[in-house]
């Protein structure tokens, strides 16, 4: 399956910004999906994630409350809606796909995931 993530930009603190990440090339449903982010100087961290039929979904702690993960099966698209952004949100943002399943470890690890958009840049000025 190939994506492609889109939709970052430069916001002041406070702002939002939506994140897509648009999928092809495979069966969109059959996939966990994830947000990842990596900051200059920084491992990649684990955002969020949602279950195949987007009834359940997972955040990291540093972004619960302000972010929320949605998908569109029919649309083969997931989303990330950010809001209260904060400077620490800057980051490169990367949506990923995995396999696996949902109510596992795996889906909180860039190891756990089996395939990676090109990633989109969100900078957040103080």
Sequence with gaps: VQL?????????????????????????SNYVMGWFRQAPGKEREFVSA???????S????????????SRDNAKNMMYLQMNSLKPEDTA???????????????RVFPHGYDYWGQGTQVTVSS
């Excluded at 939709?7 to 969109?28: D, E, N, W, Y």
């Excluded at 949602?50 to 359940?56: A, F, K, L, N």
């Design 4 to 28: 492609q993530a889109s939709g970052g930009g430069l916001v002041q603190a406070g702002g939002s910004l939506r994140l897509s990440c648009a999928a092809s090339g495979g069966t969109f």
């Design 58 to 69: 997972d955040y990291a702690d540093s972004v619960q409350g302000r972010f929320t993960i």
């Design 50 to 56: 949602i279950s195949w039929s987007g009834s359940s």
């Design 92 to 106: 490169v943002y990367y949506c990923a796909a995995r396999s696996g399943g949902f109510f596992t470890t795996g």
